[in-house]
Each structure stands twice: as C-alpha cells, then as structure tokens.
DNA sequence: GCAGCGACTGGGAACGTGCCCACCAATGTT
DNA sequence: AACATTGGTGGGCACGTTCCCAGTCGCTGC
C-alpha cells in the first residue's frame, strides 16, 4: 500500500480508502440489516464470507485494505457486503485491536457555563472539524465536580477512548499528571506551565496582550490598568505578563495598583472594574482579560457614567461574538480557538498512532481587532 | 518558540504506519494501571480471579452485583481488585451484551454556526446532566455536510452507540425515519410535525408566543408584526401560529404582510425587519421567533432611528444569555432548554431500557420574561 | 525436475467479558 | 434413609473481529 509521508497526516489513524468506500455504498443504501438476514440478526464477517464463497481472513483483508487478495475474491467479497449491507461491529474490532478509534474532550463545567462562554463551544466545533476525516468519534465529558471528575477517570480507565483532550486546565490540577501516569495519550488546550511536559496548543496570551496595550499606548492613553484572569492558570498570567512587557517597553511602570484580578466572569469583571475605578479614578484605558469580563466591565463605566473610548477606551480579549454585540462595540484580541481546537485534534490522533512522537508545543498567533471602544 | 499551526507539524522521517504501530503499543506498554502488573499488561477478570482464589463466574457476579456470593468471597474479590487495581474492559463487555453504554446526540452544524449556539450549549449541558448518575457516556457528533451525515449513519450502523438523540429537526429530515428503520432507540428535541411518531420533548412553541403578543396587546401595542422562523420546522410554524391565535383572540387580523420569514439567524433577522419596515412602516411591535434574529432586527430598527421600545416594541424569543446584554434589554420568551436535553436523555434511556416502552411527547412549559425592550 | 519463491488463502487461536448449565455441599422434606 | 431444595460456585461457550501461521498454487531459474 502506499502511505504519503512527506503529506500533512490529516488522515491520520485512518484506513485506507478501500474501507470507506465500502462502508458507505455498502450502507448507504438501506441499513436494515433486518429485511437482509432471516433471522433478523445483523449479518457477521462470518456471513460475509460464506456468501461470497470465502474465508473469513479475506473478508478481513478486503476491508482493511491489504494488497493479499485477488481481484476476483475482492470483487465477490464487495458484491456480498453490498448484498447484505454488512456493517463491521466496531466493539468486536475494538476487543482485539484494543483501539476504540474514539477520543474523548474534557471541558470544565464549572467555569464553562458553556452557554455564557463561547469559548468551550468553539473549541467542540474546531475538534470536531480536526476529526472530521477520521473515523474517529468524539466523546464529550463536561466535568462538574469532583464526583464526576472520578467517573471520568474510570472511564478513561475502561479504555473506552484512545485519548484525551482537556480543554481548561489550571496549575495544579491533578488531571494531567493522572492520565500521563496512565500512559494515555494526552493534548491540553493551553498549558499548565510554560514549562508543560504534555502536548498541548495554546493561542499566544502575552504576544496579544502586548500588542493589545501597544495599541492603548499609541492611541496616545496615559494610565492603562488591567482586569486579569486567574493566576492559577497560564493564560491569566500570560495576558498579565503581555501588559506588563508593554508597558515596561514604553518606559512605564506596571505597578501594582493597577491591576485587578478576576475569574473571566462577567461579574467578576464588573467587580474588578469597580475596584479599579476606586482605586485610581484617573485611568483612561483598561484592558481586560477576556471578552465576557469585559462586558461586565463595560457596564461598570457606564453605571458611573464614564464614556468609552472617550474617558476610557477598553480592550478585551478572544473576539467572542459577544465582542461585536456590546455598546460600543468592543476592541479585542481575536485568538484562533476553532483552530486551536482543530489542532489539538490532529496532535492528539498523531500521538495515539505513534505513542513515541515527540511531544508538540504549538502557540497560534492572535490578531488584534480594532472596534469603537478604544 | 512561535509555530505556526497551519504547517504541518513534522517529526522527521517517521512514517506513519498506523495499524502496525497500534499493534505493538497499543495493548501493551503504559495502559496498565500503575505498576500493578508486572508484564506490564492490564488485568483481568482471570488475573483477579486467581489472586482471589475463586473463579472468573464469581468475579463477574461481585462486578455485577449479584447476590449469589458469598461474603467472603465478596471480600476477596473486591480486595483482589483494589490491589490489582482491576477496571472492567467495557469493550469486552459490550461485545457481549451488545450494549456501549454511550449515546449519540447530532447537531447539525450548519444551523448551530450561525448563531443559534446558545441554544445548542444548553442542550448539551441538559443532556450531560441528564446522563450524570448513569455510566452512559456522550457522543458528540456536528453534522456539517451530507458526508458526515454518512459517516453517522455509518457510525451508527456499527453499533457504538445504544441509541441517537437529534437536537434539531427539519420536516423533511430523513434521518428520523433512517434511524426508525434501524430499529435504533432515537429521541428527538423538537418534532417534525404535531403528529411526531418518535418520542421527542419541546418547548411549547405556540403558548409562548401567545403570550408574548398578548404581552404586547396589554402594552397597548395595535400594529404586531412578526419575524418567523423557517416554516419547515415546527418550532417556526408554532411560534408563527401562536402569533396568528393571540390576534386572532384579540379580535385583529394576522395579516400576511405582518409576517417575514428567516432562517433563526441574526442577519436574516436584520433583513426581516428591514422588509416590514419598508412595508409597514406604522408598526409599533415586533415579535420575533428567537433572540439572536431579535439581535438583528434591534440593530435595523436603531439605524433606522427607531426608539425601543418607545416606536417599536420588541419581544424575542429563548431567553439567551444574549437578551441580558442588548440594548435595551430584551423581553423575550424562556425556554427551559437545559431541562429539555435532561428529558430527552431520560426518555432515552429509558427506551434503551425498555424498547417496547410506549412512545413519549413531552411539551415543556415557557415563560415570559419582561425587560426593557417592551 | 525440483527447489525456491512470491502471491494468495483459510483455519485456528486469541481478545475479555457475560451467561447457561452442571455441579457441590448443606439443609430441609417425605 | 432417600430425595428435593437452596445458596453458592466454576467451567465451557459465545460474542465478532484480527492476526499468526501453515498451507496451496503457479511460476521462475538452474
């Protein structure tokens, strides 16, 4: 058979195409699997190769794609698939192969609120859209709590998935590690460190943060205080790090008064805002750490009737859709998350087929987007 | 540091060979759990049956909770798995009983993108919480194109999965009826018609809207134009008709030029209201079939300088976490759709349980939540 | 003419579990 | 005393697939 090497392994994990094509014309016509057998029972392999006048092995052969098979067995092997409309038991496949061809991703509920946080939902469609020309299926575990976080765990250790993504993960969560230590293939979307052992993607936090505040400072703003996410976690210190680096490189200093930390909540954001509005009355820019904090806030300055941009211009960060739905609509730093998504994807399905490869650390490049806030 | 993600992440030279390699690794080396093994290998029901003394039967009855064991036999086996550290293969389990313990839930992507999003989140969410104290796991699947409609069904021709839910349907959707005809246990959020033969649950549509346009005839409101939803879903023609009955009761006339069609989405909402401004420019509400073409049409009506809701009342229609943040704040009509997927995955379950269960409809009561756009 | 080889084939043995059935040891019943 | 009954146990088989290996066949080369 002929592999591509030097080709991007979009495809990898896949069988080769003899497979598909046999799956899909094979069911693509009725699926019944009852009108086609007596019994009622869904035809077997066994079935398959007693109808075509064959083996079971070629059977095999002829849906996994070897070379090992006449053209003629081939041939009669297809037209009885067809007439049966055999479909292969993937659990029966699984039992020997011990492979599932399912990964699993893991989303935090408890920060998610998934409706509230567009991030999660754009992370699912990107990993979907990485999955897409695979046989590869997508199990979704939203974690709760910690009772849930053990289910998970056994889950995982049923080998019920090939792999696992985590799509939110804090510094010491215990999650990583375990899994490592299972020896399961394992990408994060972010990081725990900037030292992180594990595979894992992440968007450029400090890079968009920076040019975020560069552009504060070219709109010519003078005291530019900052709504942080959660220190615990690598992108609430990296967009705080990205602030910091901006202001040093324009000979201000990043003190300590001006920063207010918050948890990428809504109402987190108002709070920190308010702190920050008391604190030092005379700030006339504010970038925010997120896009949903920034909404919180938005609303903060306009309950005290500050006027954005004009008294305080606000930037936020992930380009949310919610970014082009707030008054005015809000300047922000766009990260790539669906591709992110898609990333970890195609990082994960490679490092299940070949459990040696390297680890890989990916940083994607964000992009300001500049609206009426600042 | 910087990779760009959209290169391909090349490690040199290793090709690829998938099947060989899964081979080798895959049941083998790390999976284990911990250093229980020595060979490395995971144990089994055999390996705890020996340590225990007893016999694999016995095992798998302490595992399945059989009260046909003795209690020191119990004893001993239940210590044998915690030293060996001993997890049931669930896909050996499955090949047996036929059963994955997982469930599919598809949405079709095409829709979802556009912005009904908050919609679909929630329905995971509700789902996820629905399966929470089961061991049923949740399978993810986007459909985008009519490819990946065929990999589902293909999917779930292979039997990974106990049973479908379908989060959206269209009337001429065949993928109901495909399921049917598998014999598949499938539950629907939504139906294709009143006379919906699957199981489904859904919000009731019609006394939703009702009540938002009875909502605005107290309002004192006389000319109640409407942006539906597509007519070839009957989450559209209810929430149409139950504009067409609040009128009707009202003794005024639904007439068609009150009416614009759209596509749930928040630029055909804008388009929508748009075309009734032109053609009847003396209305003074508006009921639309969901928040995110309610977005749209508040930003038609303020380019066209229309005050809400002093010229223009709006009602929408979902209750999203985006009618918090408009401007003005958006009345609209709450569906409880986190409890909508928590029902269909019960009923579900349910009919995994017991296929021969009569069918369910489930109709979930909606709300009317009053802001300020009305 | 025969060993050697490469292409092709199919039977057997796993993979790890649940379930049927035969069995055994006590206790009860006639 | 012989016989059912009950609680408890384990061996064999089946589930549907893949892979190892032992074949068979036809062809080449010396």
Same mark, same amino acid.
């Given at each position: 058979?002929?592999?591509?090497?030097? $080709?991007?392994?979009?495809?990898?994990?896949?069988?080769? $195409?003899?497979?598909?094509?046999?799956?899909?014309?094979?069911?693509?016509?009725?699926?019944?699997?009852?009108?086609?057998?007596?019994?009622?029972?869904?035809?077997?392999?066994?079935?398959?190769?007693?109808?075509?006048?064959?083996?079971?092995?070629?059977?095999?052969?002829?849906?996994? &794609?070897?070379?090992? =098979?006449?053209? /003629?067995?081939?041939?009669?092997?297809?037209?009885?698939?067809?007439?049966?409309?055999?479909?292969?038991?993937?659990?029966?496949?699984?039992?020997?192969?011990?492979?599932?061809?399912?990964?699993?991703?893991?989303?935090?509920?408890?920060?998610?609120?998934?409706?509230?946080?567009?991030?999660?939902?754009?992370?699912?469609?990107?990993?979907?859209?990485?999955?897409?020309?695979?046989?590869?299926?997508?199990?979704?575990?939203?974690?709760? @709590?910690? &009772?849930?976080?053990?289910?998970?765990?056994?889950?995982?250790?049923?080998?019920?998935?090939? &792999? =696992?993504?985590?799509?939110?993960?804090?510094?010491?969560?215990?999650?990583?590690?375990?899994? #490592?230590?299972?020896?399961?293939?394992?990408?994060?979307?972010?990081?725990?460190?900037?030292?992180?052992?594990?595979?894992?993607?992440?968007?450029?936090?400090?890079?968009?943060?920076?040019?975020?505040?560069?552009?504060?400072?070219? *709109?010519?703003?003078?005291?530019?205080?900052?709504?942080?996410?959660?220190?615990?976690?690598?992108?609430?210190?990296?967009?705080?790090?990205?602030?910091?680096?901006?202001?040093?490189?324009?000979?201000?200093?990043?003190?300590?008064?001006?920063?207010?930390?918050?948890?990428?909540?809504?109402?987190?954001?108002?709070?920190?805002?308010?702190?920050?509005? @008391?604190?030092?009355?005379?700030?006339?820019?504010?970038?925010?750490?997120?896009?949903?904090?920034?909404?919180?806030?938005?609303?903060?300055?306009?309950?005290? &009737?500050?006027?954005?941009?004009?008294? =305080?211009?606000?930037?936020?960060?992930?380009? %949310?859709?919610?970014?082009?739905?707030?008054?005015?609509?809000?300047?922000?730093?766009?990260?790539?998350? $669906?591709?992110?998504?898609?990333?970890?994807?195609?990082?994960?399905?490679? $490092?299940?087929?070949?459990?040696?490869?390297? *680890?890989?650390?990916?940083?994607?490049?964000? #992009?300001?987007?500049? *609206? /009426? %806030?600042?």
């Amino acid at each position: 058979m002929t592999l591509r090497s030097a $080709e991007c392994p979009k495809t990898a994990g896949s069988a080769p $195409e003899v497979w598909h094509n046999a799956l899909v014309n094979g069911a693509g016509t009725g699926y019944g699997g009852g009108g086609a057998m007596p019994g009622g029972q869904r035809p077997t392999i066994k079935t398959v190769a007693a109808r075509a006048g064959v083996g079971r092995t070629t059977v095999s052969r002829v849906i996994n &794609g070897s070379t090992l =098979v006449s053209d /003629e067995a081939r041939a009669a092997v297809l037209a009885a698939i067809a007439e049966l409309n055999y479909v292969p038991n993937s659990v029966a496949r699984g039992l020997v192969t011990s492979r599932t061809n399912s990964i699993a991703l893991v989303i935090p509920e408890s920060e998610s609120r998934l409706g509230a946080e567009p991030y999660f939902a754009a992370v699912i469609r990107g990993v979907s859209i990485g999955l897409a020309d695979t046989r590869t299926q997508l199990q979704l575990i939203l974690v709760r @709590d910690q &009772g849930e976080r053990d289910r998970l765990t056994a889950s995982v250790a049923e080998r019920r998935v090939d &792999g =696992v993504l985590l799509a939110s993960v804090h510094e010491h969560d215990p999650l990583p590690a375990l899994l #490592e230590d299972m020896g399961l293939p394992t990408v994060l979307a972010g990081r725990r460190t900037p030292e992180e052992s594990l595979s894992h993607a992440h968007a450029d936090n400090v890079g968009g943060a920076r040019a975020a505040v560069r552009h504060l400072l070219e *709109r010519g703003r003078t005291t530019i205080a900052t709504v942080s996410g959660p220190m615990d976690m690598d992108v609430g210190r990296g967009r705080l790090q990205g602030w910091q680096d901006a202001l040093r490189a324009a000979g201000a200093r990043p003190e300590e008064r001006l920063v207010a930390r918050a948890d990428f909540t809504e109402e987190g954001g108002r709070a920190a805002a308010r702190t920050l509005l @008391d604190r030092v009355p005379g700030l006339d820019a504010l970038f925010v750490a997120s896009d949903v904090m920034a909404v919180g806030a938005l609303s903060e300055l306009r309950a005290r &009737g500050r006027r954005v941009p004009e008294d =305080v211009a606000v930037v936020g960060f992930d380009d %949310s859709f919610l970014a082009r739905h707030t008054h005015p609509p809000l300047t922000t730093v766009r990260q790539p998350v $669906e591709e992110l998504g898609t990333t970890i994807a195609r990082v994960l399905l490679r $490092e299940i087929a070949d459990p040696r490869a390297p *680890r890989q650390r990916i940083a994607l490049p964000t #992009e300001l987007v500049v *609206r /009426e %806030s600042s």
